[in-house]
């Protein structure tokens, strides 16, 4: 086999891939996620590329501890930062699917 055939193939691969993981982070950061913690009372809404859009918070809340307001946005917040690594890493996979990199290697784009 041609060694030019090989490298010309490699930096065609190279560039679906680029392109590919261009278009998986566009898609990430339109993509939004929502969470909530105490049943409804605080509730966030975040992109897939970590950006908080929206935290409401039910005014019913706003009369009790203000710890436990700040327990109950930090569970919000985490369950969303979870929500969106679950998606996130399914995106980026996909989009290094049929690029012949080992099991792994693909978060690393």
């Not at 065609?12 to 982070?25: G, L, P």
């Not at 950061?29 to 970590?50: D, F, S, Y």
């Not at 569970?75 to 996130?88: F, H, K, L, P, S």
């Amino acid at each position: 086999m041609n060694i030019n055939m090989l490298m010309q193939q490699a930096q065609r691969m190279q560039k679906d891939m680029e392109s590919n993981v261009k278009k998986a982070k566009e898609q990430l950061a339109q993509t939004e996620v929502n969470a909530e913690a105490g049943g409804g009372l605080v509730k966030v809404t975040m992109t897939c590329r970590n950006v908080v859009k929206r935290i409401e918070i039910s005014p019913d809340l706003l009369q009790d501890d203000p710890d436990m307001i700040e327990d109950l946005i930090a569970a919000a917040m985490n369950d969303a930062a979870r929500q969106a690594e679950v998606i996130t890493e399914a995106k980026m996979k996909e989009a290094n699917s049929g690029m012949g990199l080992p099991p792994g290697l693909s978060g690393l784009f």
